[in-house]
């Protein structure tokens, strides 16, 4: 069942400016994890943030976790032409003992030179 | 490390045929896997769990007589798409988690993906 779902966006920013997308979910979670996929691609881990947490950093990347309102925002900034990939938070629980994720929509992001 | 390839990265096959595609962890060993599949511009939708070992777990409304799913090893998982027919034209992308991995591990390391077309 798909529990991660962000308003599936579609951004277009200029080079430099940031990028910031939203998640929400629906039932409870051990941990929330984005994940970037770049067209007819696998997936890239980006970060991982744990249902006890509120904000977590990774270089040019902040994510932030609201478990009161189930729902969660990636941050890029400073955002590259690089940058331009589809990014997708996926809710980890301990379903069945063995973590399954489940994927939300996704948001495409086109970062123009 | 933690990479996880597949093979093949694309396959064209006629209906009614099967195709086998394989998901390797090549530097951890997993006991579980995960294949997905998606649809152009849409989310990942997970099909199965694989457990080393033992059977594979389905997901609601996912056929497990199509789907097949072999876990013979800690490095090996294959799915088997018997039959094919046009409407199981996808991409199909496999997961895994690191077994050895100390504490809880959540993360899971994703292969670059199987574009499947049934022509």
């Known amino acids: 069942s798909q529990q991660g779902e962000e308003d599936p966006q579609a951004l277009s920013i200029q080079e430099g400016e940031n990028a910031t997308m939203n998640c929400s979910y629906k039932?409870?979670?051990?941990?929330l994890q984005w994940y970037r996929q770049n067209s007819g691609r696998g997936l890239v881990h980006l970060i991982l943030i744990r249902s006890n947490e509120r904000e977590k950093h990774s270089g040019r990347l902040r994510v932030t976790l609201d478990t009161s309102k189930k729902s969660s925002s990636l941050l890029i900034t400073a955002s590259r032409a690089a940058d331009t990939a589809s990014y997708f938070c996926?809710?980890?629980?301990?379903?069945?003992?063995?973590?399954?994720?489940?994927f939300g929509k996704g948001n495409q992001v086109v970062v123009i030179p | 490390g933690a990479v996880v390839s597949q093979h093949p990265s694309w396959v064209i096959c006629k209906s009614g045929t099967s195709v086998k595609i394989e998901c390797r962890s090549l530097?951890?060993?997993?006991?579980?896997m995960f294949w997905y599949r998606q649809f152009p511009k849409q989310s990942l939708m997970l099909m199965a769990t694989?457990?080393?070992?033992?059977?594979?777990?389905?997901e609601q409304g996912v056929e497990k007589d199509k789907f097949l799913i072999n876990h013979a090893s800690l490095t090996l998982s294959t799915l088997t798409v018997t039959s094919a027919h046009p409407e199981d034209s996808s991409f199909y992308i496999c997961s895994a988690r690191d077994t050895g991995a100390g504490g809880v591990q959540y993360e899971q390391y994703f292969g670059p993906g199987t574009r499947l077309t049934v022509t």
């Open positions: 039932t409870s979670i051990n941990n």
């Open positions: 694989s457990n080393e070992g033992s059977k594979a777990t389905y």
């Open positions: 996926a809710t980890g629980g301990l379903l069945y003992g063995n973590n399954r994720l489940a």
């Open positions: 530097d951890f060993q997993a006991t579980t």
